[in-house]
Structure formats: structure tokens, C-alpha cells
């Protein structure tokens, strides 16, 4: 049986919360994607719904509360029981729903933003996923993704991952190829963003290798302990960087 996490989360080495120092690095890149795409979407007051917000998926909550201290008025989703009671517990401001992403229990329009972060990689039926974020969602929607080639080298595309939680990893040309059929359906458009690291990060890299292999192949170098939300950078998805993105940000 796996350990707990002090949230009485089980440590699976997928979900990553925070106050955990072997998952601080993990937790920060999660929390720079979160930060960036709250920034990205319009003040909460000026929406039509008064900022409603779905992060679907939600994992441990953290990010769902930093929506909400935004004033968003923020569902989080997740499917899992002993996931969703922790949110629950951890962030009573927040609504929670146990529910499955492909088949989801709102009306349409019901939300004026959606967050989807680290999660399409999860689902076996993305197409529907695609569908019921759209129908559910009047204004932004916000995906990311672990970028294949930079986070599981020489995995081709459509092969299956090493990883047991991951249904299929993407690159950019395939997360476009999966969202565009959606696009002109939904009067849509969409914008793709590359997250890296920043310069603390890189210059440790410079003499050490990559950071996140070392600590996917287990180690734990004490650098990763110092790492802050503040390392990364997200900017406009470039192809003459595409080897250095370690997660890709869609906004729908």
C-alpha cells in the first residue's frame, strides 16, 4: 500500500500537493500553470456569470482555492472518492463534485471559465472530454499537458506511456489535431503555450542534467527542494523551443 501524503492523500508519485518537500518541484510547476492561467482570464466581476469557474480535475485542491481567492466562484471536480472528501474537507469555500469529465452534470453554459490542468492525459475518451468542457463553458478554457518528447524521451507518439496513470502523452501537433475538430463547431479559436524552465532552474540543469529525470528516475537532489513558482516560464509556443517545453498550455 502506498504511504500517505500529510493532506491523507496516498503518495502515488502523480498527484502532487503541497507542504511536501520530495514534491515541492512538482508542486511549483503545477502552481506556475495555475497562477499563469488565472492571470489569463478576465477579472471574475466583469464575467456574465459573475466568475463561475470549473477546474476539472482538480486533484488536491490547491488550485481551485487560488481560483477562488481571486473571487472566483469555483466547482471543483474530481472523480475519485477519497480525493474529492479531501477537497472538501481542505477547502470548504470551494463546491465539489464527484463526477466523470466525460459526462458532466451541468447545464450548458454554466460556467464562464474552465480549468483542465494536467489531466487530458488521463482520459480515454478524449474527444467527449473536448465536448462536455466546451458544452458546460461559455468563455476560456485551459488546458496543459506534460509535452511527450521533452517529458517521456523516445516514447513515439501513441505508444503507451510508462507511466500507469497516463492513458497517452501528447506533442503539440497532436493536442492541436485533437482540439480542432471542436473549434470551428464551438465559434472557437485556439492558442498554444510552452512551459519551461526559467534561469535558476537551467543553470543547475547546465551542470546536473535534467531535473525532472533525476527525480522520475528517483533521485532526489536537494536543488529540487528550493525550486519556486517563480522558475518557470509560460510564453507563446514556439517550434525553435518545442524541445525545451515541458508541459503545453492550450487556451480555448
Known amino acids: 500500500m502506498p504511504g500517505l501524503q500529510p493532506s491523507g492523500l496516498p503518495i502515488t508519485g502523480e498527484r502532487t500537493v503541497p507542504h511536501v518537500p520530495r514534491e515541492n518541484y512538482w508542486f511549483r510547476r503545477h502552481e506556475a500553470c495555475y497562477r499563469w492561467a488565472l492571470d489569463a482570464i478576465a477579472d471574475p466581476v466583469a464575467l456574465p456569470h459573475r466568475g463561475t469557474l470549473l477546474d476539472a480535475g482538480a486533484g488536491e485542491g490547491f488550485g481551485a482555492d487560488a481560483a477562488a481567492a481571486r473571487g472566483y466562484r469555483v466547482t471543483a471536480l474530481e472523480l475519485d472518492t477519497l480525493t474529492a472528501g479531501h ?132 533521485e532526489d537532489p536537494a536543488f529540487a527542494a528550493s525550486v519556486r513558482e517563480s522558475d518557470f516560464v509560460i510564453e507563446p509556443f514556439s517550434d525553435e523551443h518545442a524541445d525545451s517545453y515541458l508541459d503545453l498550455v492550450s487556451v480555448l
Open 87 to 218: 477537497i472538501r474537507r481542505s477547502y470548504p469555500q470551494l463546491g465539489v463534485v464527484r463526477a466523470n469529465l466525460v459526462a458532466l452534470p451541468f447545464a450548458a453554459g454554466s460556467f464562464d471559465a474552465c480549468l483542465s490542468l494536467q489531466v487530458i492525459e488521463h482520459i480515454w475518451d478524449v474527444p467527449t472530454y473536448l465536448m462536455e468542457l466546451l458544452r458546460c463553458t461559455s468563455g476560456p478554457i485551459i488546458l496543459s499537458t506534460p509535452n511527450r518528447p521533452v517529458h517521456s524521451p523516445g516514447l513515439a507518439a501513441g505508444e503507451t506511456p510508462v507511466n500507469v496513470f497516463h492513458v497517452r502523452e501528447y506533442d503539440v501537433a497532436e493536442i492541436d489535431a485533437l482540439i480542432h475538430p471542436h473549434l470551428n463547431r464551438a465559434g472557437r479559436s485556439c492558442e498554444h503555450f510552452g512551459l519551461r524552465h526559467g534561469l535558476p532552474i537551467a543553470e543547475w540543469e547546465e551542470e546536473n542534467g535534467s531535473l525532472p529525470q533525476a527525480l522520475m528516475s528517483g
